[in-house]
């Protein structure tokens, strides 16, 4: 089993960052690919970015791109997610996942395809 534990949520100004971290514990997860989604109030879950096992490859929604950047430290057991330029529309529930597949590029957006999740961390961006 692996346990998730997001944090680095808060509130900030648009046009600001924040800095999203995801800690594994229970076993290694230096063999699995990492993703973000995100649950804005009253709407379903998205896809916001993912990264596969090695670090190799990532993807981003195209809401995203640009703006965030996904990352991980197999040694730390920890997968990022660096968030600059943030906009109200960010404004969100985020969730790390993790996945045992060996997938790349849009696959990893699939929620489906992820076995873990964490609790999640509060996003706010004020106008």
């Known amino acids: 089993q692996v346990q998730l534990v997001e944090s680095g949520g808060g509130l900030v100004q648009a046009g600001g960052s924040l800095r999203l971290s995801c800690a594994a514990s229970g076993r290694t997860v230096s063999s699995y690919a990492m993703g973000w989604f995100r649950r804005a109030p009253g709407k379903e879950r998205e896809f916001v970015a993912a990264i596969n096992w090695s670090g190799g490859s990532t993807y981003y929604a195209d809401s995203v791109k640009g703006r965030f950047t996904i990352g991980r430290d197999n040694a730390k057991n920890t997968a990022y997610l660096q968030m600059n330029s943030l906009r109200p529309e960010d404004t969100a529930d985020y969730y790390c996942?993790?996945?045992?597949?060996?997938?790349?590029?849009?696959?990893?957006?699939?929620?489906?395809?992820?076995?873990?999740w964490g609790q999640g961390t509060q996003v706010t961006v004020s106008s």
């Open positions: 996942a993790a996945t045992g597949a060996r997938a790349s590029g849009s696959l990893l957006s699939l929620g489906n395809l992820y076995n873990y």
